[in-house]
Nanobody, 125 residues
């Protein structure tokens, strides 16, 4: 009922920037919380940022705080992840997630029902 499509991934040098976008389609009126996760093969999926429907509540992982910014444009049904000062350890598959939960944000994969297919981010040293 809801489809999420990520874009904006690619290859950048350490210290560079990327902006990821996630466009939602379908029954988008059911979406509340949105988030970005990343995963390296053999590792657990990690939440790097989450944002409430209004945008007033945000979560950032300690590893990206001060470097990444999550935002959303509800009119466009799109969530963004601005990534600055990228490090090689940021290399991963990045996934967009959304859920119907309202009032607060979650930072665990179990808290999200809808998922995109992912976009690759590679940071070279």
């Amino acid at each position: 009922q809801v489809q999420l499509v990520e874009s904006g991934g690619g290859l950048v040098q350490a210290g560079g920037s990327l902006r990821l976008s996630c466009a939602a389609s379908g029954r988008t009126f059911s979406i509340a919380t949105m988030a970005w996760f990343r995963q390296v093969p053999g590792q657990e999926r990690e939440c790097v940022g989450a944002i409430s429907c209004s945008g007033e509540s945000r979560y950032y992982a300690d590893s990206v705080k001060g470097r990444f910014t999550i935002s959303r444009n509800n009119a466009k049904n799109t969530v963004y992840l601005q990534m600055n000062s990228l490090k090689p350890e940021d290399t991963a598959d990045y996934y967009c997630a959304a859920d119907q939960t309202k009032g607060f944000v979650l930072n665990t994969p179990n808290g999200y029902y809808y998922w995109g297919q992912g976009t690759q981010v590679t940071v070279s040293s």
